[in-house]
């Protein structure tokens, strides 16, 4: 009697079923409890930088320095104990660039080794607030420590506004293919009316006063406040014309008022009309300051302004933010009277 026998050499006893073989399958191989552990310590280590970023930055706000600017070296002696301050105001002048300006007129009004101050002019003008605002802190500067100004490519109607800030004794330098002038005061309005007239927008804005609405894009000016806004302009201009007559010796308000048609003047006629003093470079601006200081050496600075880690932080976030898009929007219509130079009438831009 043969009992048979299979391929692996095992008895089979008859009417039994065949041996079973069972499989337990372990789908978490320790290579993929190390992935699941590597990533939960990802978000371990991205929650801990978050959680520091934040808790630095209420740290930084909390004992920032109100001035918050550093200085750095420019030119110059680098040994020098004397230092120029170098104060430039580029591009237009409005929030936030202006305040970066006046902490540095501040910073260099209050440090006892800066003897004196360059200014340095590169700005088609701006906000007529701004302006004087940055000039009146200027005029505190002066009476401390005396100003050179040097004019770049642009030197125009803010710009020119705020160099007035350098006082009577001050030298004006400009660069041969320097622009300045376009002395007067701007709103711009845009009138959209037949636009929105076409598109089927009806605008009917809730208001306590006749003149509530005025400059409205989504209407004619009206006679009544074609009168008040003149009047608004007037007084700005007048203003520009005193600034002008109380800091230059060559031009008085009459000679001030002959000039201030909006128009731009080179280096060489604005020389010739007595708008500025010299025509030349920033470094000819700085010699004249140290002799005018007796100085024959000197350190000059010049201030930097980094962003801070919440303005970092936040930056992107407020510019996906419907609220401020909608913030701005809003802003386009709102009237702002201007020192500035512009062929446009458009919304300043900041370089």
């Known amino acids: 009697m043969s009992m048979g026998s299979n391929s692996g050499g095992a008895f089979n006893v008859p009417g039994s079923q065949p041996p079973q073989t069972i499989v337990v399958q372990n789908n978490f191989t320790p290579g993929t409890w190390g992935r699941l552990r590597n990533w939960f310590l990802y978000l371990m280590l991205t929650f801990s930088l978050l959680a520091n970023f934040g808790m ?79 000039y009146h802190r200027l005029t505190e500067l002066r009476a401390k420590k005396p100003i050179v100004v040097s004019m770049k490519g642009m030197a125009a109607s803010g710009g020119y506004y705020v160099s007035m800030g350098a006082g009577k004794e001050a030298k004006i330098f400009a660069e041969p293919v320097t622009w300045t002038g376009s002395i007067g005061v701007i709103i711009p309005h845009y009138d959209i009316s037949k636009l929105a007239s076409d598109f089927g927008v009806k605008v ?34 007048e203003t520009f014309l005193t600034i002008i007559d109380e800091n230059r010796d060559t031009l008085d308000l009459d000679a001030a008022r002959k000039i201030a048609t909006g128009q731009i ?87």
């Open 56 to 134: 630095y930055s209420a740290y930084e706000q909390y004992f920032s320095d109100v001035d918050g600017a550093t200085e750095q070296y420019h030119s110059g002696d680098r040994e020098a104990s004397a230092k120029i301050a170098r104060i430039n105001v580029s591009g237009t002048i409005m929030p936030p660039f202006t305040k970066h300006i006046l902490e540095d007129i501040k910073k260099a009004k209050d440090d006892d080794k800066v003897k004196g101050v360059l200014l340095v002019v590169d700005s088609p003008g701006g906000l007529v607030s701004d302006s004087h605002e940055i």
């Open 204 to 237: 009917e804005p809730l208001k306590t006063g006749e003149f509530k609405d005025a400059l409205s894009p989504f209407k004619p000016i009206s006679d009544a406040e074609h009168k008040i806004w003149e009047n608004v302009l007037n007084q700005s201009f």
């Open 265 to 351: 003047y080179t280096a060489k006629d604005a020389k010739q009309l007595g708008m500025i003093d010299e025509i030349g470079y920033e470094d000819d601006a700085v010699e004249s300051l140290k002799k005018q200081l007796n100085l024959s050496e000197a350190r000059v600075v010049h201030y930097h302004h980094a962003a801070s880690l919440s303005e970092l932080l936040t930056g992107s976030a407020e510019a996906r933010d419907p609220r401020a898009m909608w913030k701005s929007l809003l802003e386009t219509s709102v009237p702002r009277a201007m020192y500035y130079c512009s062929w446009s009438t458009g919304v300043p831009f900041a370089k």
